[in-house]
């Protein structure tokens, strides 16, 4: 694991957002998994802004979303879908066959191999952009989740329900599909930003302890290219210096 220590939220949300836009413009035909949250909000917008000051074309990139809500229609407002649409796919004229999202709509017992299988077709994720929940959730990948596994569908915990339903318009779904650990750990490279004090005690955990299910992050450390991403205020109970 490499961790970027920032000097300020703007720096570590602009390294993620510079990250990617390099390796879209070095691999344009780069498989790239999207992560969403509020987290991610800020750098969506500063990709969008260098893609265009840059000229980045992304025509050929493909892209998988981590996860998504059960039990919403894809058009929800809040769906994961619309969310990505809003902040990514419209501003860069991204097409929708360019992106896969995970088959809510498919009878869920074969959603997570349906998935897995349009993931191997593509050849594998090349960079799996990801955030964390304050519970050390990865994806929906609640606590107690295991190493070994893969996209499902999974139960949110009461916590993430919670954290989730501010800005969550109408009732807060219960089930998700969302990639496994192990599905993550697949991926090429892994690139994590976390900002904010919220997340604070998250990523203390997460830099003290190895594959502990309790914080199911902790076993992305043994990815050989995991780079994480900090501000100031999700460093502020680590001891690392610039
Ligand atoms: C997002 C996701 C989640 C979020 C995490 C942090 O697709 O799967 O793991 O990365 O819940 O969310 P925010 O950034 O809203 O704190």
Same mark, same amino acid.
């Given at each position: 694991?490499?961790?970027? #220590?920032?000097?300020?939220?703007?720096?570590?949300?602009?390294?993620?957002?510079?990250?990617?836009?390099?390796?879209?413009?070095?691999? /344009?035909? $780069?498989?790239?998994? #999207?992560?969403?949250?509020?987290?991610?909000?800020?750098?969506?917008?500063?990709?969008?802004?260098?893609?265009?000051?840059?000229?980045? &074309? =992304?025509?050929?990139?493909?892209?998988?979303?981590?996860?998504?809500?059960?039990?919403?229609?894809?058009?929800?407002?809040?769906?994961? +879908?619309?969310?990505?649409?809003?902040? %990514? *796919?419209? /501003?860069?004229?991204?097409?929708?066959?360019?992106?896969?999202?995970? /088959?809510?709509?498919?009878?869920?017992?074969?959603?997570?191999?349906?998935?897995?299988?349009?993931?191997?077709?593509?050849?594998?994720?090349?960079?799996?952009?990801?955030? $964390?929940?304050?519970?050390? =959730?990865?994806?929906?990948?609640? /606590?107690? !989740?295991?190493?070994?596994?893969?996209?499902?569908?999974? &139960? %949110? !915990? &009461?916590?993430?329900?919670?954290?989730?339903?501010?800005?969550?318009?109408?009732?807060?779904?219960?089930?998700?599909?969302?990639?496994?650990?192990?599905?993550?750990?697949?991926?090429?490279?892994? *690139?994590?930003?976390?900002?904010?004090?919220? +997340?604070?005690?998250?990523?203390?955990?997460?830099?003290?302890? =190895?594959? &502990?299910?309790?914080?199911?992050?902790?076993?992305?450390?043994?990815?050989?290219?995991?780079?994480?991403?900090?501000?100031?205020?999700?460093?502020?109970?680590?001891?690392?210096?610039?």
């Amino acid at each position: 694991m490499r961790i970027i #220590l920032s000097e300020s939220k703007e720096e570590a949300i602009n390294t993620v957002a510079s990250t990617l836009i390099e390796k879209v413009a070095e691999h /344009p035909k $780069i498989v790239i998994g #999207l992560a969403t949250g509020k987290t991610m909000e800020p750098v969506y917008k500063r990709w969008v802004e260098i893609a265009k000051d840059k000229n980045i &074309d =992304h025509s050929q990139c493909f892209f998988f979303m981590l996860d998504e809500y059960l039990g919403i229609s894809a058009d929800h407002p809040s769906s994961f +879908k619309s969310y990505i649409k809003r902040h %990514l *796919l419209i /501003p860069l004229n991204i097409e929708e066959d360019q992106i896969e999202f995970p /088959p809510v709509d498919r009878p869920l017992k074969e959603a997570g191999t349906f998935y897995e299988s349009r993931i191997k077709d593509k050849g594998g994720i090349d960079l799996q952009l990801l955030g $964390i929940g304050q519970n050390g =959730h990865i994806g929906f990948n609640e /606590p107690g !989740s295991l190493k070994n596994s893969r996209t499902r569908v999974v &139960d %949110l !915990s &009461d916590d993430t329900r919670v954290v989730n339903s501010a800005g969550f318009i109408g009732e807060m779904p219960v089930r998700a599909v969302s990639m496994g650990i192990e599905t993550i750990l697949e991926a090429k490279s892994l *690139l994590m930003l976390v900002t904010g004090k919220s +997340k604070a005690d998250a990523v203390k955990f997460l830099l003290n302890h =190895h594959d &502990d299910s309790s914080c199911p992050a902790t076993f992305l450390k043994t990815h050989s290219h995991f780079n994480l991403v900090l501000d100031p205020e999700a460093a502020s109970k680590i001891n690392l210096k610039i």
